[in-house]
């Protein structure tokens, strides 16, 4: 368990990272080591340094070196799979199924993953339950998956325990158990899988099937980084980032992140690139921020294309944090769409929300255009922006730029409601509120407005305590009431103010103070509530 004098070492492929620096241990490096490897015919060296190539990860970008040394390990696979070793043919599966140094051939990976499996080898089982997984040259069967991956567990794959795992904690296949999950994941990291660890960490970070226990869940994910999970990195790196169990520290956060990239983990070259951009832990370098962000966009990592076609968007800023080494990156509207619409199309709601700003504002070099602008808002709420999908409500609400659709309107509240905007549940409690088709007694409407004000939302206080003002649908609480007023008055609600001023007015539920009373009437009507203003007015003229 990591205390806070713990000093964090990560030593993987000659990378030290030492607290908040990372060294470089010289003599022989990774790019040596698996060339010897695979000069001595061993099939993964020759693999990992073809991906190392491939993706320019510690040795220089060379993609006909690369394609090279794939051609050389697929050869080794073949011949291990010809010759009846078991793992060869996965191996060899792999390499079809995922088109790594070959075209990819879902029909050839499953008779190579077949024939590893039913030669006993618990991984060809893993394998062919992969491809039953994602309906990959055979019906997708999540109930089959399952079985292949159970089947591999017991024989002793632990990647197969972790994936039985996911599928217990998604209930694909199996009934949802996150109990069982943690079972199998906790089986997996005690055989030494990196991915097995960085999932039961998870689970002790949000209490999900284990108590909730965030030293154990730091202990664990570091495991997993050091067992070579890249996601793993890139969640240790993300909790010295933004401080979650372990003092923040931007330069340890880097290092992680750094590691997570080369380990193949395209959203830790996204999480790198931010730290450039940002000049967090490093010196700011926008040019090497939009390579990364570059690396994981190739990667069809959304969330990199997205922050590429931001950065291209609006160029380095002159402002005082660009350093006098850093460099920047010029503005390029063509590049900034090319790279939003490839982050909107891998469904980041972000980069179908910047675009749609884009078209209905007229900027990066686009003609103003409301209904494109339209389409990529209605993208954005599909991919899961919950404001998004609320604007769109209040458009077809009013019929703002749409023809009015009370129907779609009442969808997309609740899609963004459920969503986690908390606005959009108070918008839909009011019109379910209106709707005289509601059965009496129904408290749909009440228990959107406690979501919403439990969520935030300043309007959804203010019409709880209405309700419970008035008692309608629920027993009247003055107190209660006051309480609620007080909330969304705190929170900048101009009726809220003014129906806190009323109770004080008069004297429901707490004693009658008028001068009170006339200091919130004029917070409302200052704040533009009309009524606030009338009650401020009758004041006057009543000499109160």
């Known amino acids: 368990m990591l205390g806070k004098k713990t000093l964090v070492v990560v030593l993987t492929a000659g990378v030290l990272v030492f607290g908040s620096v990372v060294f470089v241990r010289w003599g022989l490096g990774p790019g040596r080591a698996y060339q010897q490897a695979c000069d001595g015919n061993h099939a993964k060296g020759c693999l990992t340094l073809a991906q190392m190539y491939d993706a320019g990860a510690r040795l220089p970008e060379d993609k006909a070196k690369a394609r090279e040394l794939y051609r050389k390990a697929f050869g080794l696979y073949r011949k291990a799979c010809d010759g009846g070793h078991a793992k060869g043919c996965y191996n060899l599966g792999a390499m079809y199924a995922r088109g790594v140094g070959v075209t990819r051939d879902d029909r050839q990976a499953i008779e190579v993953f077949q024939k590893s499996c039913d030669d006993r080898q618990a991984t060809g089982c893993f394998g062919l339950g992969w491809m039953y997984a994602d309906g990959r040259g055979v019906p997708k069967n999540d109930a089959r998956a399952a079985e292949l991956y159970q089947e591999s567990c017991d024989s002793g794959d632990p990647k197969a325990c972790v994936y ?51 030293a154990k869940a730091l202990d664990l994910v570091s495991r997993s980084c050091v067992e070579g999970d890249a996601h793993g990195c890139l969640y240790i790196g993300w909790m010295y980032d933004v401080g979650r169990g372990v003092k923040k520290d931007y330069g340890t956060a880097v290092g992680f992140y750094q590691k997570s990239c080369d380990g193949g983990d395209a959203l830790g070259c996204t999480y790198l690139g931010k730290m450039y951009a940002d000049g967090a832990g490093v010196w700011e370098d926008d040019v ?126 609740r899609r963004a409601c459920d969503g986690g905007d908390a606005s959009a549940c108070s918008d839909l409690g009011v019109r379910l509120d209106a709707n005289s088709g509601i059965p009496p007694g129904d408290t749909t409407a009440l228990q959107l407005y406690r979501k919403a004000c439990d969520g935030g939302d300043a309007e959804g206080c203010n019409n709880l305590g209405q309700k419970y003002r008035s008692g309608a649908g629920i027993p009247k ?68």
């Open 288 to 413: 090497k921020a939009a390579r990364l962000y570059l690396r994981a966009c190739d990667a069809d990592d959304a969330r990199g294309c997205y922050q590429l076609g931001r950065l291209y968007a609006v160029g380095t800023r002159n402002c005082p944090r660009v350093w006098l080494f850093s460099r920047w990156v010029r503005k390029d509207a063509v590049q900034a769409l090319l790279f939003l619409r490839k982050g909107c199309d891998l469904s980041e709601p972000k980069a179908c929300s910047e675009l749609a700003d884009i078209y209905r504002l007229g900027t990066a070099g686009v003609k103003k255009d409301r209904a494109i602008a339209f389409q990529f808002l209605g993208k954005a709420c599909d991919a899961g922006n919950a404001t998004v999908c609320s604007s769109l409500a209040r458009m077809y609400d009013a019929g703002d730029g749409v023809p009015k659709d009370v129907a779609k309107a009442l969808s997309l509240y």
């Open 164 to 214: 039985l795992g996911g599928r217990y904690a998604s209930g694909k296949g199996v009934p949802q158990d996150d109990a069982r999950a943690v079972q199998l994941y906790r089986k997996a990291c005690d055989a030494g899988d990196g991915e097995g660890c960085g999932q039961l960490g998870y689970r002790y970070a949000r209490g999900q099937g284990a108590p909730k226990d965030e």
């Open 477 to 544: 609480d003055d107190s209660q009431a006051l309480q609620l007023f007080q909330r969304a008055c705190d929170k900048g609600y101009p009726a809220g103010c003014r129906n806190l001023g009323v109770m004080y007015d008069e004297g429901e539920g707490v004693q009658r103070d008028l001068a009170k009373a006339g200091r919130l009437f004029r917070w409302a009507c200052d704040g533009g509530d009309a009524g606030g203003c009338t009650k401020l007015s009758t004041m006057y003229l009543t000499g109160r």
